[in-house]
DNA sequence: CTCCAGGTCCATA
DNA sequence: TATGGACATGGA
């Protein structure tokens, strides 16, 4: 069992909340009380339950012997993935300084930007999810994961990883197609696969470059646009000042809370983030989130 | 029936 | 450099 200190403007079932908006989720299973998901460390697949008890954060791994590196891994990715280690009370401050948002602290405290851990998995969630909607969206992840992910059975239920890279690789294009994976997004997956296949795209070597960077070598692969890029770097890479540019959502938000445009061109969007210096990231979550 | 959704690439001018 | 079409499907 390992657990975590969560300290102010944390609250677990905001959280809990944002990862059950609605959408036929593959990749865990939450309720009201706690989230269950199989995850990938470096030496195998592991099933967490994530809860809260007393303002901590509980990990169990349940019928599984863990050694302490691999606890230690656990409990890293459990604190990526929650955002746990951020104080975010500077960005509830300047929230509360302009006028239009001085409400978001109060309407969503304790919402963190949640992650998504898996390079390859935040990737193809970027393709999958271009310019269709969301249930959609769901629905062909849901078909890849359960065709190719690994899996663990636990009280009758299967658990699922996304797959690895070289496992989509093995899949022939028609497989992809039979599940409604349009030729577009069948070519783009295998893209993003091969760069990881090929040695010269991973999570740790994007890490050890600056920002900009790590975008610039993000585009260079066909299927990643500006969207994606900016979309990766804030949940994956957790840079903090990333927009989704373009993003049909981010503008809907913008329109509402804001009074721009329908659709705010870069420079009106920039203008409103300006203010937001090193919480860009966390005040496009809270505006998409300001949408349900 | 038409429009458009968590975009992106490619052809054309 | 800028603009328009294709892409797959389903919900409004």
Known sequence: MISIETGDCFNFSACLKF???????????????????????????????????????????????????????????????????????????????????????????????????????????????????????????????????????????????????????????NDLKAMQFSRQKITYLFNIAESFAGGWLNKEQLLAMNEEEQIRTLLKIKGIGPWTANYVSMKCLRNMNCIAYGDTGLSAALYKTFSTERKPDKNAVDKIFDRFEGWKSYLNHYLWKSLS
Request: proline letters at 3%.
């Open 19 to 173: 990862l059950d908006r609605g959408y036929d989720e593959c990749l865990y299973q939450v309720t009201d009380a706690y989230v269950i998901r199989l995850i990938q460390i470096s030496s195998r697949n592991v099933l967490i339950k994530v809860y809260e008890q007393d303002d901590k954060i509980i990990i169990e791994c349940p019928d599984q012997k863990c050694s302490d590196t691999e606890l230690l891994e656990i409990r890293r990715y459990v604190t990526d993935w929650f955002d746990l280690h951020r104080d975010i009370s500077g960005f509830y401050k300047l929230l509360e300084s302009v006028p239009q948002t001085s409400d978001f602290p109060s309407r969503y405290y304790g919402l963190r930007l949640l992650g998504i851990i898996d390079l390859f998995e935040a990737l193809c969630w970027c393709v999958i999810g271009q310019q269709i909607n969301l249930t959609f969206a769901h629905k062909i992840k849901s078909r890849l994961v359960h065709s190719i992910g690994k899996n663990l059975q636990y009280k009758g239920q299967s658990y699922y990883c996304f797959p690895t890279p070289s496992a989509v690789l093995e899949l022939h294009e």
